[in-house]
């Protein structure tokens, strides 16, 4: 059974750094690009970011772009994401997600992110 | 990166049909056949529903169907059920290898 779960979300104050990691299972993940999606409360989705199978290619929304880093150890069958110089409007339930461009057949549960002082 | 466009809401009665467009540009939803669209409940996560414009995943009912003219790709759900009440929302790549969302869209099932 394919299992992602999302861990490493909190309070963080402005300015601030963060980890999230996906920890999966069930099956081969370095075959798959893994994917970050965030939601800020009551509102829509918003792609963060991807990375490829291998970890060799990495993709960034323009809105997280020099402050996110998305990376993968495949050994571990761990997805991370790297987030530094955090805003108020950065605080969402971050999701990771599996497949490739915009095919995400599975999704974790969310961890939540807040960015407040 | 500007959000693709969905309208806010669409409505139906049990059993009827309803359409949700989602509407883009050449460089996002006309320049490829990467389209997606996600259910969400309440609390949930996103559910994959239709993807490459068309397929629908191994166990998605077939009253969901997907397709895409031009700039704009639709979403249609056939004999609509209470279940069925979500947000709805599209997703494609763009030609900038970034992925872009649709507002979402909620269903309400009268």
């Known amino acids: 059974e394919v299992q992602l779960l999302e861990s490493g979300g909190g309070l963080v104050q402005p300015g601030g750094s963060l980890r999230l990691s996906c920890a999966a299972s069930?099956?081969?993940?370095?075959?798959?690009?893994m994917n970050w999606v965030r939601q800020a409360p009551g509102k829509g989705l918003e792609w963060v970011s991807s990375?490829?199978?291998?970890?060799?290619?990495?993709y960034y929304a323009d809105s997280v772009k020099g402050r996110f880093s998305i990376s993968r150890d495949n050994s571990k069958t761990t997805l991370y994401v790297q987030m530094n110089s955090l805003r108020a409007e950065d605080t969402a339930v971050y999701y990771c997600?599996?497949?490739?461009?915009?095919?995400?057949?599975?999704w974790g549960q969310g961890t939540l992110v807040t960015v407040s002082s | 990166q500007s959000a693709l466009t969905q309208p806010a809401s669409v409505s139906g009665s049990p059993g009827q049909s309803i359409t949700i467009s989602c509407t883009g540009s050449?460089?996002?939803?006309?320049?490829?056949?990467?389209v997606s669209w996600y259910q969400q409940h309440p609390g949930k996560a996103p559910k994959l529903m239709i993807y490459?414009?068309?397929n629908r995943p191994s166990g998605v009912s077939n009253r969901f169907s997907g397709s895409k003219s031009g700039n704009t790709a639709s979403l249609t759900i056939s004999g609509l059920q209470a279940e069925d009440e979500a947000d709805y929302y599209c997703?494609?790549?763009?030609?900038?290898?970034?992925?872009?969302f649709g507002g979402g869209t909620k269903l309400t099932v009268l």
């Open positions: 997600a599996r497949g490739p461009t915009v095919t995400w057949d599975y």
């Open positions: 050449s460089s996002d939803v006309g320049g490829y056949n990467y």
């Open positions: 069930g099956f081969t993940f370095s075959s798959h690009a």
């Open positions: 990375i490829s199978g291998s970890g060799a290619f990495t």
């Open positions: 490459d414009v068309s």
């Open positions: 997703t494609s790549y763009t030609s900038t290898s970034t992925r872009v």
